[in-house]
Structures are given as structure tokens and as C-alpha cells.
């Protein structure tokens, strides 16, 4: 056995896998980060994850517990983080990278508020965008769409503040619970909603307007990527779909490249669609059977 | 802090998503759902899920625990559904509501020997299905269609028993984990089985005979659905399609409305279907490639 | 319910279903293949999972303690699938089946510095792959198909070594965690990637080349299999296809059937594939919209 | 094994040892009664036990949800508590049980402001008493006197509210972690402290003066206890020792019966005393060694 | 840090202290122990530990799931602690060793409608020697002395089955729990009880007939004990003291030695004995204070 | 509720029992302290304690591990208890803190060996003093003397290397679990031995040669303490026992102030000693009975 530890603890063979842990740079942790969560949900859906018992007049009480925990909770998070990219953050000693991820940390507590106001309106298209829905309940505490939803305005909060990988990692769990895919990056508007979910795909530089449906397996993606001189292919360029507002896009649909689909358009089941397409527009597949 | 504790406790904020708790009348606890699906399997599936050791002399007491820890188990999770529909529930008091929870959990158990008829039909279809499977014990223990079958014969019972969002949470659960999306309402008939299955959804008013065959990314949808004069959907009108006894339908097809997929047809992959099938009949996409 | 149990216990309802248990020859534990994935998991990739601590100088210990753990965990979880097939094993004794758990547990620990090494790959060509990867350290920590194709590979050298049953459990779970579906017969070279992920199937057949990239729901199946003359499957005849070096294969993409997609070919999305296709072949759907 | 399992089911071998359990009248819960234990530790000493951050401005959120969930969990134990005792409380219906329940919980929170003050007197005794004593910090954390002493003032609170069983369960927690058994019924007064006390009994009816300190081993038990007609002890009787203010008694002394040990009084340790002691008395042992 | 690790692993430091641990011949495992314990309460006390809810009609079911559960534990324990002993038991091999585990188990299972006719009596004997004792339910769910007590008979009774160091774990268990501290070797008759109990000790060769009474610090020890002409102290020797029926023994008296304490004597607090005392003998301190 | 609340939180109230926590000052944590005990234990004592399977070969792994990570553990403990004494450390900073910790952590992990030899002599004292004792291996699992021994070896060196509160609550575990308290501070030779233990107290400044035995019971306390001008005892003067070697002292036996027990000295049970005893004096108590 000592020689197969050997050959496994050589090096050579490790090196681009191999993490370098010490206890003052952790990596970002998952089981905290599916705390950050589920804290999140508690303080924005209350009564319905969290708390076992409480009225309206301790809300405040457990709102304010929470939104402590969630602050520190996600101050180490951050930390964790901004330490794990060297190369951006090494000129930064230890100290003013906490005091960093303690002001990131406050931001995003402090849009909390605005949050709700925005995933109430995702809860309200949900109901009015399904004849099963039976009561906002079911809707908070059954739907997928809503977990990866909810997931995803948080990391892309977190993204917009300028956390590394912590983002990445928290819409990959919805994605895993869910089989909805929402990159971080994504802008997505209010009254967003998505029938069942699995396969849905929306990629890095997607714009979504307001009041837009997806059923499942819709992709919005990128037709393809420009590599640079080393066949590296290059980050950040806008190569996602804009989406409009008040579109609709039914099951296992296709839609690629930075292209724009009108404001109201519908784009039918299993279609592949790599062109803008028009306000208002109808995109339907030939029918058989 | 004090002011964004307050801001997020202002009740018009949060109205539309917040639920008072209060110790009588818990909502229905995720938890105690996955234990119910779990007894419920191993009591019909004896020897595969739970109890670690036991022969045939010693089964009954495993079933005699489990049935009345099942038994037990339901009543609280019926209750906390019943409570949860306050303008249904509210003219009857606590008393009433726990004697009918007890009714719904004791015909639920009383169910379980049909069930575990129906689930041994489906195991042995998904064996007959698949030349990659070598056993029975692979078929209970491994494949996703198991999960998803037996959480929707459980959920179905329920729905059909009266109780409300319990159904719900307990396909929500097949769905996370497997991929699969049946709505509780479906009715589906014996020796249903669904090859790897992610992506698969079957809706709330879709009906199945018996030995049906479905693959991975099939829909069974709506094609639209008529709204009321508020404009909200009207719930509970058929909308999803019929599939009569030996149909198979392959990967990622699509069959949307309430049309009648005759007896012993075949639809081909990536089909969409929005008109009735007739009986036998092989419906296929042009091949490319 | 005293007559509900008894119902319930009868032989003749469970035969099919139920399996004797004894604390001598246990079924294989989910939660004891979930720490093999994870205890495999973070000696192939040190710092990424499992110990919290510890630099290259230490690093050693670490894998020493993590291969001797492995390695008894996976004895008594081969046994348990060996003792699971009673028509092959039933003339092995006991001692004879655990000393055959023992040598197959060391020959898998002697594979890990090669497994480490294709892993790498994989890892190499999700960053070359995809514009939205920041860094290695990302893909290790979020990618999907790193869950998936790690548990694949784990699986696909435990069925070479003769396991039973403990394979496909295996890759099950990265199946429900990913919705990536890859049976653990499946050949795959180098290089491999799959992009988002959700619906891919790769049936048991299937042989894949070096630098393959597969997008979501892209489905390596079979096209039909025959019947014996008891109308059961025909198991193991070779079904799904064979993918050459350096193709990809666009999102829900359906190749089906004993057929070659030859060197470098191009299959687009939503397109069905039952022929084989030639080298630097590019197959694309007729765009619409 | 079906016999021994018929004969252990024999109502005749169990009747006296057999308590029926039923889901509407669990008894009371250790595990709960500990966190009724812990929550309140946590109210009257913040910031040594439970919450991990939180600061003076955020301490009233933090007290608010401990106060809110002690009360339901004390509410739901007392109710268990009381409806132990069917004797006393078979004639109240069980809505009426659930009020007096729910009374006693608020008197109990409404006594902690109290209960804190007479506390704090027990720390400042102990530091005041202890030589070795370096912080009030380690007095709280990690002196046992203190762990039985709150364990003693929340369990005779609540045997003065009336609630059965509840009161002896909680004293026993303390007997078991910290040695020192001090029955619910004993009335104590401020500034009471214990050194070591392992071995230490004080009964039910012994009443403690002010500023009182004793070492381990110390017994304040009762001389005999005469029996009703049937030869069942009689319940009730003051039989334990009043012990006034200022007295110190030594390891290992033994008091009994219902005699007075004045103020001021010293008792030396390994005595025994059975007779009234006067004011400001030494009693010493002889001498040996 | 190589070179401290290097000095713990140098084996002539830990030749004495270093247990070599196989994974088929495991060392007895404190939890699973103590799954034993709570396991044996749980059949003889049905309804005071374990199931939560369960009456007379589905009591033997629970009856009958925790007989098999104790007799596969105990199979496991028992054959743990036999390869504990290499001397004794290395001539067996492992088949021989297993099948006289089961044999044990069966045996073990065997008594317990004795224990519980036993444990009964111990339970009367505490109601009726405690004024303070409310109920029946009080003693079994608080007074620790029937937690020791039930340890004990549980120990004593694996200790003539000749398993060796599994009865101590489980007394020492008690002891730790309840400070009283009661060999498995020592003999005790029925309606045993012991007051507070803290302290008490109980040497291996003490025999202790029906209706004895025990309080806090009661030690029934040896005097001396010979030592072979090595210098090692002789094993086995009767050498604590034997306590004839209705004996009473009050707190911290001191008993040592062969000697036999006639029936019906009584001793007193604090005192010491080292010779016989005759039947109904009062011996007691000379009084003080 | 609001009101009780804010008097809950009203500083008055509150400002001697409150602990302001914030994340970076963590106080010292009881489930960290009780795994230091036992990685310690499982370093000391391979194969007793901790990893589940592994030999010679292979234990030398298991040991880097274990130093590791104990080392970890100890440095963030240890910082936990300098922050919590802000008048002496006040001055230093954050990083001083924590180096400093560093520093203490590793002088600790280099005093392991011999730790480990003065262990094996306890373990050696405790088999040769008591013909109860079957093996080596029943002293280290079972005897409560080897629990509180290692517990008390850990504190004390912890204690000599300056670390504030953790000592104490380290022993106070021990205290706990075992009813034997030694205090930290105690200095106590090799070949030391406790019998059954049970309300032995060591005080602090106690010190105690090779070779001594102790039974349950015994107190090596102080007579008295003087207190300075403001009536506060004065702390760290030597006020308790000096034992020298080859000492045995009786069960219950107390022995009070600073005197000396001198070499070979034999204190007989109950007895009570405040003056020096000479060389092989043997102190008895008047026998009776």
C-alpha cells in the first residue's frame, strides 16, 4: 500500500487538482452556503421554511435573528470566496479582504427588501400561469421553479457584488435539486416563471425581460464562442439570448446566440431558433401525428 | 440593522408570502413526508428499504411496526394538509378535522396490498423494458422510474383520499430526485414503466392504461388553457392527453392537449403531437443523418 | 389491523418483492457507496473534498488514511454485491467470496493514479469548453458533469472487475444528482466533457473516443433490441453507438442504434441520428425562425 | 423466537411496568426538556450559551425568539406532563389541560426577570467562594454547582406551578451530569453555592437560608419516614433539615431529619448530625492524624 | 511535524497501549452498546422508552422488532468481545466463535421475562422506600438507580453467558451516567433498591440477597487482597462482602471484606465495617452535633 | 411577550452574566475541546480510540492525520482562550493572538510522547492494583481512573503553557463523565491510580509523587483560604495536600491543607487528616461492627 500512497501523494500527477487547504482560507463551504439559503428563504417566505412557531408580533423578532446569522453566515462566505482567487486578491492583506466581504455581506442584506418585492412577483406568475396551482402555498413550498429562482437572484446578487465561485455554487444546487440551470450571470426581470423545469438551460449573458415564461428543457444558449490566439476561448462576450418581455417559450425549444426575441413573441416546442425574432411573432413547429 | 429588520417585518411587504404558524397547526413537514415514502416502500417492497435484519417468520412484526408508525405518521401529515385549506376546513373544528385525518390515514393503509400489486406490475415491466437491467433487486433498489412510480401511487391515493399540497410535496420529491414530474391527479394503469426518465412530465388531468412505455424528456402537456372572466386560469378541466394500453412513446416526444393516443401506438422521438393517434399507428420523425 | 398486517405478510403478494436480509450478507448500503464516491473523490482531487487541513507536506497522511479507508469500505460493499447474486456465487463459500471482495477492492485502489490522470483530462476539457469556467477550482467544485463522469468512472472500473449491482447504484447517483444517466458499461476516452448536463443518456454499449463533448439531453441510445423466445431481452448485444475521437454532439441530440459517428463529426441540436455518419461530417437541423 | 415474544406480550408480566402510549398524549421528552434546559440557560446568561454572534443591540431579537420558542416547547411538555396524572386530571377534557398548560408556560417565562437576578447572586457565591476561581466566565461555563443549581430553580418553579413528573425529570438531568441530586421540592435561597459537589443530596422538603455553601458529598436527608396503615410511606411530611443563613457545611457531613442549623452555624466535613444546631455553633470531628 | 509522528508510531512506545484493529474482528462498540441497553429497557418496560405510539393490540409487533434487533446487536457485540480474548479463544476459529456468539444472544434473550419479573420488583421496592416517589412511571423514567440496576442485571447476566469486557463497558456506562458503580460480577436478590446513589460501590464478588436497601456512598468493598508470587494481585478470590435479605445500609457507611451482614441487619451513615454483624443488628455512629 | 422581552434585555440586568460574541472571538467551544480529548486519546492509545481499521504498516498515516488535525483544533482553541481574557491579552493584537496559540499548540503536540509514557504507567498501576481488572485493554476502554487521568494529563500541560478557561473546561468533562474532579492546576507523578473514583477531589494546588493510589471519595482539599483587604480570597496560594510516592489512601478518607502525607504512607477510609503524617505511618480509623 505504501507504494500506491506514494504515487498518489507524487506531485507531478496532482498538481492541477491539488487545493492547498490552510484553517484561515477555507474554501467556500456547501453546507453553509445551503444555510445562506434556506435563511434567505426564511426571511423572505416567512412562516414557511425556519421558524417552527411565531405571529405577527414576533415576526420581527426572528427576522431580525435571521438577518444577523444571515450576515455572518455570509461574511465568511464571501471571505472564503475572495481568498480563494489569489490572483485578484493577493495584493490585499487578510484584513481588508474581511473588511470586504463585511461590506458585500451588508449589500446584500440590504437588498433583501427589493428581493421579496421581486420573487413575490415570480410566486403570483406562477399561479396565474398554471390551472394546477392550487393556493400560493403550494406554489412556495412545492415548485421548483421557485427554489432555482430564488436561488439564482441571490447568487446573481452575490455575482453583481463581485464574490467569486460562492455564486456558481449556489445556483449549481439549485440545478442539482431542480434540473434547472440558471447561470449566475443571467438578468432575469420580474414575473418570471418556468413550467416544470427540468432541462431549462439559461446561460451566462442571457437578458430576460418581465412577465417571461419557459416550460421545460427551453435553452437559452450560445451558439458559439470566439477562442483567443492560445484556443482559450474568450470570456465575457455577450453570446446569449435577449429575451423580451411578455414571451412565452414552450417545452424543449432552442434558442441561441445574442440574438432578440420580441416583446410577446412565442416560440413553439422543440424549435430551433438562432435569428432574432420579431415583436409579437408566432415561431411554431410543423405539426404531426 | 434595526432598519432593514424593519422594513422586512412591514407586514405589506410580506403579506402574499407569509404563513402563520402556530404549534396546533403545523404545515406539513417535508420530513415527515420522505419518512412516510420511505415506511410505505419498505412495507411493500419487504427486505429492500429499512429494516436491517429479518427473516420470513419475523416479517409480520416489521409490517405490524411499520404499518402503525405509517398509520401514525399520516394522520399528523393529513391533518396539517386539512388545516392548511382554511376556507374548506374552517366550519369544521379541530376535533372533526383530526377524526377525518384519522379516516384518510387508515383507508390510505388499507390500500397498501392493491399498491403493492400494482408496483410489483411496474417492476416487471421495467425488467421486461430493458436488456440492461439484471434483476428485480437492481430494478427496486436503483431505477429512477421506481421512485417516481411509487411516490405518484402514494401521492395519487392521497389526492384521491381529499387531502390538499400533501400530493403535492410528496411528487415534488420523485421529481427532485429523479427528474421526473408526474402531477398527482394522473391516473395511470398497470405495468407503467419509464426508461432513465429525466425530463419526463405527466400532467395533472392525463390518463394511462396499462403497459404504457415512456422514455426520457416525454411530455404529456396542455396545449392552452381557458382563463375565467379575471382572467385566471380555470382549474380542473381535462387538458392532458389519454394513452391507452400498450402505447410507447420514445425519447423527448412531445403529446400536448386532450387527444387519445390509441391502443398499441408508437410515437417516435422528438415527435409533437397535438391531434388524436389511432390505434397501432407508428408515428415517426423524418430521419436525418 | 391486525388483518391489514397479516395481508401485508402474505408470501404469496411479496414473493417478487421482498428480499431475506440477513446481518451476515447485507445488500449494498447507499450511504456506505456515497462515502466510497466521496473518500475516491478526494484522494483523486486533495484539497477539494473531505479533510479540512493540511499542506503538501502532510499531504501524504492524508491519502494514506483515505486509500486504507477506501479500501475496507469497498471490500465489504463488493462482498455485499457479490453475495447479492446467489445463481453465480452460490457455489463460492463465504471466505472464498471475501477473499475474491479483497482482491477486487485492491486491484480498484491500484487503478486510482490512472483514474486521477483521465480525470484530469476531463477537468482540462470542461475549462477549455466552456467561456463561462473561471477556473479548475470551479469546475471540481460546481460542474456537474465532473460528479458524473467521477462516479462513471468509479462505476465502469468496478463492473471490469466483475461487481455486481454496486456499479449501477453508483452511477444512479449521479443520476439523480445531475440528471446525467450513464450506464456504467459505457466505454469513454479522454477528454470527455458534457456541457450543463441535465437529460444526457448513455446507454450500457455505448464506446466513446478521446476529446467527445456532449451538450444537455443529447441521448446515446438503442434503437430496439431483440427478443428471445420467451420475449424477454436479449442482454448484452452491443445497441448504442460508437462515438469517435473529437465529436460533438449538440443539446438533445438522439443517436440511436449500433452505429459510428466518425472522427470529428458534428451532430447539431434536436437532430435524430439512426445512421452512421461520417468523419468531419456536420449534421444540422433545418433552422427555423 | 415467537414464543418469547408471545410471553414478553403477556399483559400479566408487563400490567405494572407498561405505559400506553398515544400520539394525542406523548409522555414527556428528555430531549425537549433538555432544550427547555439549554433555552433558558441562554435567556438568563446571553451570550454563553447558544446564539454565536450577536451583540447588545441585536439581543433583544436573539432573547425574543428564545423566549417565543420556550414557551412552546414548555407549553406542549407540561401539557405531557399533566396529562401523566390521569388521577388528578382525567375530569379536565384535554382542550382544558391545553389552557392550563399554556398558563403555566407564561407564568414560568413571566418568572425568568427573577430567576435571572437569584442567579447571578449563585455566580457571584461561587466566585466569592472559590479561591481557584479565575472569571465569572468559567464559574457559568464550567462549574457544575451552577448546572444543577439552574437546573434546581427551573424544575422547583415549575413543580410550585403544579406540573407532575416534569419537575423530577429535569432535576435528574443535573444529578446525572453533575453528581449533585437535589430533589425539585427543596426551597433554596440567593447566594447559594456548592463546591465540587459530587455525592451532594438534598431532599425534598429541606429549606436553604441565604449565602449557604456546601462541599461535596454533603447530605441533607431525612432520619425515617413513618408509614400509613398500609406500610406505603406517607408523602409529604417535612422530614428533610432547614438549613439558615450563612452556614457552611463541609465534605462529605451528613444532616437528617427536620432539624434547624442555625444561622452562621459551620458543620466540619465526615460529621453527622441529627439534632438541632445553634447559631453561629462549630461542629467539628475529632482529630485524627 | 514528520518527526513527532514518526516517535508516536515507533512501536516500543505503544506495544502496551496499541490495539490492532481488523475491520472483520472489530472491538465491542460503546454505541452500539448502548443501542443494547436502550433496546433490552424498551421490551421490558414497554411504553416508558423507545416506540412512540403502540397499545396493547400492536404491542407484540414492537415486541417481536425489538427482539430481532437486540439478538442481531448482540450476535455482533458478544462475537467482538470473544475475539477480544485471543487466549481464550484462538483455538476456535471464526465460524466457531460466530456460532457460539449466537448461542449466547439466544441465551441472553432467553431470560428476559426473568429480568423483567425482576426489574419489577426492584421498581416496588423503590416506590415503596421513597416518600418522594410519586408514581411508578417517576421511578422507571428518573430514579437512577433502576438505570443502574437495569445495567446491572443486563451485565451480570452476559457475564455468566462468559462473555468477557462487554459487561463491564455496559456497567461502567451506568456508573458514568448515575455515579453508582456495581461490578457485573456481583449477585443481587430481588426488590434491590438504592437511594440518590451517588458514590455507591459494588466489588465483583459481592452477593446481595432480596429486599437489601442501599443509599448514596454506600461502599460494599474488599479489605485487602493477596498477591501471587509475582507481585500480581490474584484473581477471582471472594473477597466483598455478603449482605443477607432486608438488610438496610445508610449513606457513605463503608462494608469490606468477607464478611456477612445477617439478615435484617441495619448499618448506619458514615460508619465502617470490617467484621460479621449478626441477623437484626443496629450498628450505628456515635452521634455528634 | 414584548414586555418580558425587553426586560430580559435590559443591560442592568444582564451586564455580569453577559458574554458579547462575535465571530472572529469566538469563546471556547465544548464539542471542539471534547474532540482535541479524543484525537488525543486516539493518539496516545492506537487502536482503542478513533480510526475503525489499520495496522502497523499503515498507522503511521493514521497518526499524521490525527497530529494534524489535532493541532488544528488545539490553535484555534487555544486562541479562543486567550481572547476571552482581554486584561492581560488585551494589549497584544489579532496576530500576536494567534501566533502565540500557534506556538502553545505546538509546544503541546511535541510533549505527546511523553504524555503517552506517563499514561502507560497509569495504565499499568490501575491492572496491578486491581484483581478485578481482566486485561489492559478493559482499563483503557472501561476504568473511569484512565478517563479523568488522560483528561487531567492534557489540562494540566495545557495549563503549564498558559491557556486561559480551557483547562478547566477540559476537566470539568472529566468531572462530568466520571464524578472524579482533579483540578488542572494539580501536578500528579507517574504510576497513578484511581479506584472506582467516584467523588475523589483534587485540589488545586495538590501535589502528588509516583506510585499513589487513591479510592473513591477521597478529598486532597484545603482547610481554609485567606482572604485579602476586600474580602476576596486570594488566589494561587499553595493551600492543598502534598502526597509522596507510594501512597495509599482510602475510600472517603479526607485530607485538608497544605501538610505532607509522607513516603508510603497508608490513610485508612473516612478518616479525616489536617496535619503532616509521617514516612510509612498507617492512619486508621476506630473500627466498629
Same sequence: chains 1, 2, 3, 4, 5, 6.
Avoid at 500512497?5 to 492541477?16: A, G, I, Q
Avoid at 474581511?98 to 406568475?125: C, G, Y
Avoid at 421557485?146 to 452575490?158: C, G, T
Wanted: aromatic share 8%; glycine share 8%; hydrophobic share 40%.
Amino acid at each position: 500500500m505504501k507504494d500506491i500512497v506514494e504515487r498518489l501523494s507524487d506531485y507531478d500527477t496532482l498538481k492541477k487538482v491539488y487545493h492547498e487547504n490552510d484553517a484561515e482560507h477555507p474554501y467556500p463551504s456547501a453546507s453553509a452556503l445551503r444555510e445562506i439559503v434556506d435563511i434567505t428563504r426564511s426571511i423572505l417566505f416567512p412562516g414557511y421554511f425556519g421558524s417552527p412557531t411565531f405571529d405577527l408580533e414576533t415576526l420581527s423578532y426572528h427576522i431580525g435573528v435571521n438577518v444577523e446569522r444571515l450576515n455572518t453566515l455570509l461574511r465568511a462566505q464571501v471571505y472564503a470566496g475572495l481568498s480563494f482567487e489569489p490572483a485578484e486578491n493577493a495584493i490585499m492583506n487578510d484584513k481588508t479582504l474581511k473588511h470586504k466581504a463585511a461590506i458585500i455581506a451588508e449589500s446584500f442584506v440590504n437588498r433583501l427588501p427589493q428581493m421579496r418585492e421581486t420573487l413575490v412577483s415570480d410566486v403570483e406568475a406562477a399561479y396565474l400561469g398554471d390551472p394546477a396551482a392550487k393556493s400560493y402555498a403550494e406554489i412556495i413550498l412545492c415548485y421548483p421553479a421557485i427554489k432555482a429562482i430564488s436561488n439564482h437572484r441571490i447568487a446573481h446578487e452575490l455575482l453583481l457584488l463581485g464574490v467569486p465561485l460562492v455564486p456558481r455554487m449556489i445556483s449549481e444546487m439549485a440545478h442539482s435539486e431542480t434540473g434547472i440551470d440558471i447561470h449566475p450571470g443571467a438578468t432575469i426581470g420580474k414575473y418570471f416563471t418556468i413550467d416544470h423545469g427540468t432541462g431549462v438551460v439559461i446561460g451566462e449573458t442571457a437578458i430576460i425581460g418581465d412577465h417571461v415564461k419557459l416550460y421545460q428543457g427551453v435553452t437559452l444558449g450560445a451558439k458559439s464562442f470566439p477562442l483567443d490566439e492560445n484556443g482559450n476561448p474568450i470570456k465575457n462576450l455577450p453570446r446569449h439570448p435577449i429575451i423580451e418581455d411578455n414571451v412565452v417559450i414552450y417545452s424543449n425549444a432552442t434558442v441561441l446566440g445574442r440574438i432578440t426575441v420580441g416583446e410577446g413573441a412565442v416560440i413553439g416546442g422543440n424549435i430551433w431558433v438562432t435569428n432574432d425574432v420579431e415583436k409579437g411573432a408566432k415561431i411554431v413547429q410543423y405539426k404531426r401525428g
